[in-house]
């Protein structure tokens, strides 16, 4: 037998029991006539002793052999501890070790196995097996198995199907890039790998199929970031019958389980915000709602006092931060400025109005406002003593962005973003259509199967240009500290709207019906009214846990160049493996491929 308890299991109540442990040597400290071992495994740490009155010299001598991460099976008797570890569950104990034997050796490992390590990013990678030793990254992989079958329950507890979609399909248009595979029984044609199961959920929905859901692989050809993986997993979800208030309750009834499951954490009821009101207040489309900082817009006040800058801008706003205006130095203003005017954030300048808390008004365009005016400004802000207002202006979007940049970075510099401080919002009736001024064509905002709100249907089908950009549609995100956590939309389950939607989305028939004939024609064929909505499941995973890198909660993930550092992926491919995929053969002349 390997062992009869694991590394977590003893207790001071297991003193006098003979037990058998398995486990990799963590560290051991050898006093000479003592020595300890820490013996590690998913479990916990126990803490083995060998002593020279009690171990039999050549048991002694053997475990003086024992490296880090050697895997051994150990016999022994628990005994209370002289020196307790109040650190750990079983700090009270020690096994006094009577037989040993070494299951597999090891090598000394490139990094250690601890919390704190010394490994790199890339050297961490490439042994992703022994990071994964490591108790804090074992412990987010764990934390996801738990947040993956308790998501489970709750669908399941709601009548979901779990169902799933196949991998090898044809595009789908999310917007962003597909990864492609070459099809070797049809030459020259090419599977892609799904950006999402989107078509697949709403044609089950067409199969009656009425509540679908899977937590599933997507895969999205795109720059990477800390946030971004080319392959992640998603709870992929969708309804029949439904109206966007259903879909809401529902999800909002998921995530809660899953906070209240995970974390013991209950969540108040979401707040809904308007699209409209997110870029207005917060200058995004995910407010992190942690903290206050609303925008106030000051054209009305802020115009036509002489000011070109001001006069000139499509729009001029600001954020009040409480508390700053005698903190914060001239010096510190002129940094933060440099900091706004980075290429990142590319603001052209930074306007501050300092409220002191004696009384004093103070601020960069003071030549051109009276202590009146800008009075009239803090008002807006509901400004008191000793608070500090930063202003832009400029571009109407573009402003708000930046902003928004710099709302974020107030609230992180005064420490407002706690990592255990949960504000989950919904955000509601996005636009349908985004108009892309570069290509001159509009996007789909959410996704091309995104239904307009119904009061916007006759507009959709009759209105203008400017129309269809302000049209609005059932579409949602669920955002929580700022982060997207999911989003969906109810769907257009109407051919003749749908193709409407294509055109608008600059397809010609033909070209729709080549992509998406096999929905169209689904849905002449008594398609539901349907709805559904996908959260990002690692970023689910690094919200939970007050972080920002979903790579911590990816078992093997992938670097910044898309590269698996440990199987060394992508690899070039055999001549032959690529000529029985009909893949154009003047590319092998590449010295690198062979
Ligand atoms: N397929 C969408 C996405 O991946 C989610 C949805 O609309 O349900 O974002």
């Known amino acids: 037998m390997y062992r009869t ?8 109540a297991d003193v006098g029991t003979s037990v058998t442990l398995s486990g990799w040597v963590q560290k051991s400290r050898d006093k000479g006539f003592m020595m300890w071992i820490d013996l590690r495994d998913r479990y916990g740490i126990t803490q083995l002793i060998f002593t020279e009155e009690a171990t ?31 650190n750990i569950p079983t700090g009270e104990v020690e096994v006094e070790v009577t037989a040993l034997e070494v299951l597999n050796a090891s090598k000394v490992p490139p990094f ?56 090898l399909i044809k595009s789908t248009p999310e917007g962003a890039r597909d990864f492609v595979v070459p099809s070797r029984m049809n030459k020259g044609q090419f599977y892609a790998l799904p950006q999402s199961p989107q078509t697949f959920k709403q044609i089950l929905m067409v199969a009656g199929f009425d509540k679908y859901f899977q937590i599933v692989k997507c895969f999205r050809d795109e720059d990477l970031r800390a946030d971004r993986q080319p392959e992640f997993t998603q709870i992929d979800c969708e309804m029949s019958f439904v109206t966007q208030e259903e879909i809401l309750n529902t999800f909002e009834g998921l995530t809660r389980h899953l906070f209240k499951q995970t974390l013991d954490v209950d969540l108040p009821t979401f707040p809904r915000m308007y699209y409209d009101d997110a870029m207005r207040l917060y200058g995004s489309d995910k407010p992190d709602l942690r903290f206050g900082m609303p925008f106030v817009e000051l054209n009305d006040v802020a115009k036509g006092k002489g000011f070109g800058v001001f006069d000139n801008a499509e729009l001029v706003v600001g954020i009040c931060v409480n508390g700053l205006a005698d903190q914060y130095s001239n010096k510190d203003i002129k940094k933060l400025t440099e900091w706004m005017q980075r290429p990142q954030i590319g603001a052209k300048g930074l306007v501050y109005v300092k409220f002191g808390e004696d009384g004093s008004i103070k601020s960069s365009v003071g030549k ?32 708000r962005k930046q902003l928004n940049e710099l709302r974020l970075e107030m609230g992180s510099r005064l420490g407002l973003r706690k990592p255990e401080d949960f504000k989950p919002l919904w955000v509601i009736d996005f636009p349908l259509l985004e108009w892309d001024e570069d290509a001159s064509r509009f996007h789909a905002m959410h996704h091309p199967f995104t239904s307009p709100k119904k009061e916007e249907i006759p507009n959709m089908l009759n209105g203008d240009h400017e129309t269809m950009k302000n049209l609005k549609a059932d579409a949602y995100d669920l955002v929580i500290n700022g982060v997207e956590i999911g989003g969906g939309s109810i769907r257009i389950h109407d051919r003749e709207l749908q193709s409407k939607n294509f055109k608008l989305l600059g397809f010609t028939p033909e070209e729709a019906e080549a992509q998406f ?13 349907h709805g559904g909505i996908a959260f990002g499941f690692d970023r689910l995973c690094a919200v939970l846990n007050g972080q920002n890198s979903i790579r911590d909660f990816i078992a093997f993930p992938k670097n910044n160049q898309g590269r698996d550092m440990m199987i060394d992926a992508p690899s070039p491919i055999a001549q032959e493996q690529m000529e029985e995929l009909g893949i154009d053969l003047a590319l092998s002349e590449d010295p690198l491929i062979h």
């Not at 308890?5 to 001071?12: E, M, V």
């Not at 807006?380 to 500090?388: Q, Y």
């Not at 004939?517 to 009214?529: K, T």
């Open 5 to 12: 308890h694991n590394c977590g299991a003893l207790r001071i």
């Open 56 to 86: 039999p010299k050549d048991l002694f001598e053997k475990a003086r052999s024992l490296g880090r991460e050697f895997v051994v099976r150990v016999e022994g008797k628990v005994i209370e501890r002289a020196s307790k570890n109040t």
């Open 112 to 167: 250690t196995i601890e919390e704190e390590t010394d490994g790199g990013d890339e050297l961490r990678m490439k042994y992703r097996y022994l990071d994964l030793r490591r108790g804090n990254v074992q412990k987010n992989i764990i934390f996801r198995s738990e947040l993956a079958i308790e998501t489970r329950k709750y669908l399941a507890g709601e009548d979901f199907i779990e169902v799933e979609t196949p991998v």
């Open 368 to 399: 051109f406002y009276s202590d009146e005016d800008l009075q009239a400004w803090g008002a807006k802000f509901g400004a008191e003593k000793g608070d500090l207002l930063f202003i832009l202006s400029g571009e109407t979007d573009k402003t």
């Open 517 to 529: 004939g096999f929905l169209l024609g689904a849905f002449e064929y008594g398609a539901p009214p």
